[in-house]
Every structure is written in structure tokens, then in C-alpha cells.
Nanobody, 124 residues
């Protein structure tokens, strides 16, 4: 059974940085694309970033482009999201997910395993 566990969330002031981690276990990690999504209160879950299994290709939502960086370490079965220049509108629960294939996709339905989420709160 695949398990994804996020960590690294917390409370930060606007302009600050956080690094989220997603540790995978119980299944194959290295051949699948991985992604980050987020969900703010009262809003639908939205795509944040995704990365191919090699790490050679990435995709970002326009709202985070230039501020967030996704990366992965297949040897450690871990994916990361470095978040810089955080804004209050970045406040949400952040989820990592494993793609159904190896290419970058942005739709939540294209991911089959999800973590439990980690809260990120950005104060103004």
C-alpha cells in the first residue's frame, strides 16, 4: 500500500519561506510523476506544481511560478516544494500526490495516491 506523508508546514509571515517534504513508502516511487496541490477553506483543491519521474520536467500554476520550486530525490523516495516569497493567499492545506503515469499532469484526477496534507498559514 502506497503511503505519502507530508511535512514542513507551519505559520510564516508574508515574504517568508517554507520547505515542504513528501515521503513515499510502500510502493514504487521513482517511475511516477509527482505533484503538489493545495486547498484553502471554502475553495476547491487546486494544482500547484508537478514533476516528472526523472525530475527533468516540471510544471507550475501561474500563481506560484517564480516563487515555488518542486524537486525530488528518488534515492530517498522524497519530493520537495520550496516556497519563497509567501503571500497570505498561499494559505492552504498542501497535499502531495503520485501520478498515474510518468509525465507531468495538472488534473487531480490524474493522481491516484494522496497524502493527508500539511497546513501552511501565511500571516500578513
Amino acid at each position: 500500500q502506497v503511503q505519502l506523508v507530508e511535512s514542513g508546514g507551519g505559520l510564516v509571515q508574508a515574504g517568508g519561506s517554507l520547505r515542504l517534504s513528501c515521503a513515499a513508502s510502500g510502493g514504487t516511487f521513482s517511475i511516477y510523476a509527482m505533484g503538489w496541490f493545495r486547498q484553502a477553506p471554502g475553495k476547491e483543491r487546486e494544482f500547484v506544481a508537478a514533476i516528472t519521474w526523472t525530475g527533468g520536467s516540471t510544471s507550475y500554476a501561474d500563481s506560484v511560478k517564480g516563487r515555488f520550486t518542486i524537486s525530488r530525490d528518488n534515492a530517498k523516495n522524497t519530493m520537495y516544494l520550496q516556497m519563497n516569497s509567501l503571500r497570505p493567499e498561499d494559505t492552504a492545506v498542501y497535499y502531495c500526490a503520485r501520478g498515474r503515469g510518468s509525465t507531468v499532469v495538472t488534473g487531480a484526477g490524474r493522481y491516484d495516491y494522496w497524502g493527508q496534507g500539511t497546513q501552511v498559514t501565511v500571516s500578513s
